[in-house]
């Protein structure tokens, strides 16, 4: 199983970015699925999650701002940032817990640089 997370880039502040990871099964092989954000010398930090009913979390630094959604047909999860902010920038990880036949097991995806300048 893999997940391919896309989408990063170059923003300015106030800008919009979406970000996507496609895994390589079935959506609904996985109990929940989310991204976590990690900047430089800073630990990794969930970000959002999304389970397998649509049932979304945020914390409480990002809500209002992004917005997880998925794909069922495409096998792919997204994050819509809004009004990025210089403090958004990070390396962000998709990552998702399997079920079923997958169950217990960790995913990660290889992780997208969002950097946002002032």
């Known amino acids: 199983v893999q997940l391919q997370a896309s989408g990063g880039g170059l923003v300015q502040a106030g800008g919009s970015l979406r970000l996507s990871c496609e895994a390589s099964?079935?959506?609904?092989?996985?109990?929940?699925m989310g991204w976590y954000r990690q900047a430089p010398g800073d630990e990794r930090e969930l970000v959002a999650t999304?389970?397998?009913?649509?049932?979304?979390y945020y914390v409480d630094s990002v809500k209002g701002r992004f917005t997880i959604s998925r794909d069922i047909a495409k096998n792919t999860v997204y994050l819509q940032i809004d009004n990025l902010k210089p403090d958004d920038t990070a390396v962000y990880y998709c990552?998702?817990?399997?079920?079923?036949?997958?169950?217990?097991?960790?995913?990660w995806g290889q992780g997208t640089q969002v950097t946002v300048s002032s």
């Open positions: 999304i389970t397998n009913d649509g049932s979304a």
């Open positions: 099964t079935r959506i609904f092989s996985f109990n929940i």
């Open positions: 990552t998702a817990h399997g079920r079923l036949a997958l169950r217990g097991r960790d995913y």
